[in-house]
């Protein structure tokens, strides 16, 4: 996985598959959870954020690990594709992580009645969230250098991830002297089964989804860094040769 | 082995800590002008908002830490843009003496200049706010910690951004968000003890988030001032 | 099954709803126009080069 060409062919075979399976399962979730998922017996219909909520949610995690694990793998054995991996992750995670803030705010508003409760542990740290995100951003943006933004973002990124604990840490320890509303611990493992099928399906079709278009920018990426090499002219012209 | 090649690293570090401290001794203004800032607006705070005590015994706390923390990011600029200006800092890259305890020297310099006099006026502040005396020592004990954090935390913007111009208010963008919980402990701590709760396990919190930074921090800034040099 | 606008709180279910699937359209659009765009960039540039090696 490591050569940049084989990673590109792999990349470009596997990218219809996931984008069409992952926007089906997400497709059937969806019109499941929306229509024949039965209601919540404390919050009526307004559960059925929950659908888009917490697979934004989700990814916006996973995109963080996944960049923190390249970052590592990248400053540590120097596997360049790792970096192109991080450049591709970072702006789907931050705007799967401006989608859970506002799927969160959203759900709040009838759940709360306020747009925002600072109360809520897992909004005020996933707000955190966005600003690694785009502090991540304006550093790589602000670095002209290709090879020097590749190490000092990763080493951001890394730095970030260990405190990530420690910020969800301090933030629930902080809202607990609040005792704000948790309305949002929904489903618990007395779940529906109704209700869990399309939650699992989105979650799964989003990260389906989100690996596709993962793929569409590293490839991208890729490409970029690696413009002057022998096999990357060839497959661009070979249609024109 | 001649002794004079073979310095011990504790001196490194010690003539690391002493030119730093040295320097800033010579340009008062660097030291002088966030301080002046800190005291400047937690004083003016009180015009904007409600005077009365317990509106400000009430906002005191997370007023003095924000604006600590302000005034801190203020002093980044100066950690290590000053020695990548006059060329210093290769010189300190190429040194024999491992990189991140001359980091670390400089860290603990920094914090001489910027967070010891912070804590040195922060009991004026504290007075200005109606805090009680009690109040006031735990205040110095939580920006004791806090400010140690913030000088290891803020290394790592500093050194990140080494080779940006203008690198003032992204230093900011990056080192806040990991600066949340130093908040967070710090004026919840004050405002904990003013309702009469415990406040110990914030003091714990931070001391252990100062020596995890410490663990990380060196290494990290060193890292990055190796790449941002090159 | 239910009605489309019948649910309780089918305003906060359905902006959610739409603010997902936008997201969902900006990073579609994003990604591929980015790599669209890279990839005749660089052809570009490796026709250039080409001309230039013939004069």
Known sequence: MSSPRYFYSIATSLIPWFLVSGLILMVAGLINGLFYAPPDYQQGDAFRIIYVHVPSAYISMMAYSLMAFAAFVALIWRIKIAHAVIVGAAPLGAWFTFLALLTGSIWGRPMWGTWWEWGDPRLTSELLMLFLYLGYMALRASLPNLAQADKLSAILILIGAINIPIIHFSVEWWTS????????????????????????????GTTLYFGSLLLVRTKAEVLNREKNSRWAKKMLLGDQL | M??????????GFNAMFRRDCLHCIKNPSQLLNPLIFFVMITAAFPFAVDSSKSQLTQIGPGIIWIMA???????????????????????????????????????????????????????II?????????????????????????????????????SINNSNILVSLLVLPIMIPILIFGARTIGLYQAGTTT????YFMSAYC????????FASAAALKIGSE | MMEFF???????????????????????KDAFCHLSKTLGHIKNTIHQMESDNET
Do not use: E
């Not at chain 2, 001649?2 to 001196?11: A, D, F, G, P, W």
């Not at chain 2, 004990?141 to 140690?148: E, K, N, R, Y």
């Not at chain 2, 020596?211 to 060196?218: E, Q, T």
């Open chain 1, 177 to 204: 002297l609040h005792q704000g509303p948790t309305l949002l611990k929904a489903g618990g493992p007395a779940i529906d089964s109704l209700m869990l099928y399309p939650l699992l399906a989105m979650i799964i």
């Open chain 2, 2 to 11: 001649n002794k004079s090649n073979n310095i011990s690293l504790l001196s």
């Open chain 2, 69 to 123: 923390i302000l005034s801190y990011l203020l002093t980044l600029q100066h950690l290590y843009l000053d020695d990548a200006d006059d060329g210093c800092l290769d010189y300190i890259i190429l040194s024999p003496q491992p990189l991140p305890l001359l980091v670390l020297a400089k860290i603990c310099a920094h914090w001489i200049s910027s967070g010891l006099p912070l804590i040195i006026v922060s009991p």
């Open chain 2, 126 to 162: 504290g007075i200005i706010y109606q805090m009680q005396v009690d109040t006031i020592l735990v205040m110095i004990a939580t920006l004791f910690f806090g400010t140690f954090a913030l000088s290891l935390i803020g290394s790592i913007g500093a050194s990140l951004t080494i």
């Open chain 2, 200 to 203: 110990i396990s914030g003091l």
């Open chain 2, 211 to 218: 020596m995890f930074a410490l663990s990380f921090s060196p």
């Open chain 3, 6 to 28: 019948a649910m309780d709180y089918a305003f906060y279910v359905y902006s959610s709803l739409l603010a997902f699937l936008s997201v969902i359209i900006i990073c579609t």
